[in-house]
């Protein structure tokens, strides 16, 4: 395809995302079984500009004056791909392919530079009006931190430890330029791309087919970290869902122990499977509701539980950015029911001594902060301690990374990253110790 019929096919896919309330993945598969003739290298370049123009869905309204998809997607063009106007021009009138003439409204919004300095704060950080009360961040901090989510991602990957050393993982991820992290010693990280260009199928590469890697955010990597020195220990994931922290934890017991996988919703639990026997793991045992397992056995026995806690997602804005529009009050308000009643129930399988680690991918503070206080009015037998500390025990940080995560925790010792403060995905963490 030619790029004015690309740029028709962003239009289009935006216009029924827009009018059908479906899932951008969804609109963008159902335009190309349409359009047959797009190849691959065609839908790459339509989904990354889809997706460059719902992450910054507020900000481009204000700069083009118009919160159309055509608006949308040349004012990505002109700010985030660096095409000139002329460019763009040529590109949308070329008959029959493009979406037509340049009108004169948008030519001169284009060449007026509108800068969204002088927006309100919601506009300038991409962020819905109703999320901002529920952050708890000063002004400047929270466009910085919109402003943040509203980049690509990176890829980021897990060192299967019982597989594979950091420096073989390297060797064998050349191709793409996988590179070692600041904060952990098995993490690896591959740049974002660039315009129309997609990230690299790592799912095709040998060193994920022979488990040596998992896709893992870093933020992820490290409040994974907060259960500790868990080797020959019993951990019990209550809210496994696909189960990336659960080989997490079974790669930082070094198979040692008794890793169990369990979650609420069995479906979730499918790919754990699979993802178990690639990664070469002997010590996670799944207990799945399909199957009529419970956990009753498990009551007053771990010393470690794990509550990956279902949430709003904001920390994975980035990666998945309809999910910032379409979250409602509503939603907001059922996920901290579910937090307090996963805390509620998961506390009772921590044995006295033991350590209860809440998690959640989320930088609002009404799924976090505000979730641990309450949890910790209701159950005077738990106390909470430093999540550094813990990450510590593991030995995989990399000198000088608790300095710089001590920047970004509170005073309880709960800690909170974010992709402006860290680098990272949103993620929260607390751990609580249960006394005995």
């Known amino acids: 395809m030619r790029e004015a019929g690309r740029l028709t096919g962003a239009i289009e896919v935006l216009e029924i995302f827009e009018a059908q309330h479906v899932p951008l993945k969804t609109c963008l598969t159902d335009w190309g079984r349409a359009h047959r003739f797009a190849g691959s290298g065609d ?70 530079g509108i800068s969204a300095g002088d927006a309100d704060t919601a506009t300038q950080a991409d962020f819905p009006v109703w999320v901002l009360p529920h952050l708890n961040m000063p002004e400047d901090t929270l466009v910085a931190e919109g402003q943040a989510m509203a980049a690509r991602a990176p890829v980021d990957l897990r060192v299967n430890s019982l597989k594979a050393d950091p420096e073989k993982a390297v060797k064998s991820l050349n191709k793409v330029n996988a590179q070692a992290t600041d904060f952990i010693e098995t993490a690896l990280r591959i740049a974002p791309p660039v315009a129309h260009q997609k990230s690299p199928a790592l799912d095709a590469m040998p060193a994920f087919a022979k488990g040596w890697i998992e896709v893992q955010d870093l933020g992820s990597q490290v409040v994974t970290l907060a259960a500790g020195n868990i080797s020959g220990k019993q951990v019990l994931d209550y809210c496994a869902g696909a189960g990336g922290k659960t080989l997490a934890l079974a790669s930082l017991a070094s198979n040692s122990g008794q890793i169990f996988a369990y979650d609420v919703e069995p479906r979730r639990l499918a790919p754990v499977f699979e993802r178990m026997r690639r990664a070469g793991t002997r010590n996670i045992q799944v207990r799945s509701p399909a199957e009529g397992a419970t956990l009753d056995d498990l009551i007053g026995a771990m010393d470690v539980v794990f509550v990956d806690a279902p949430c709003s997602g904001s920390g994975t804005w980035r990666r998945k950015p309809e999910s910032k529009w379409r979250l409602t009050p509503e939603q907001l308000e059922r996920r901290q029911a579910q937090q307090d009643d996963a805390l509620a129930t998961a506390s009772q399988f921590v044995k006295p001594g033991g350590l209860l680690v809440y998690v959640t991918c989320s930088i609002i503070s009404t799924e976090n902060r505000m979730r641990v206080d309450h949890f910790l009015t209701q159950n005077e037998n738990f106390t909470e301690t430093d999540a550094l500390d813990h990450m510590q025990q593991t030995g995989l940080l990399r000198d000088n990374t608790a300095e710089q995560l001590r920047l970004h925790q509170s005073t309880q010792g709960s800690l909170q990253l974010t992709p402006y403060r860290t680098g990272t995905d949103g993620f929260f963490v607390s751990t609580l110790v249960k006394k005995g």
């Open 43 to 112: 839908r790459s370049w339509i989904s990354s500009l889809c997706h460059d123009v719902v992450r910054r869905r507020h900000s481009l309204a204000h700069r083009m004056q118009s919160d159309s998809p055509r608006a949308a997607c040349l004012g990505a063009l002109h700010d985030l791909w660096g095409w000139d106007i002329k460019r763009i021009a040529d590109v949308a009138a070329e008959e029959p392919y493009g979406p037509g003439l340049l009108e004169a409204h948008e030519a001169a919004a284009l060449s007026a």
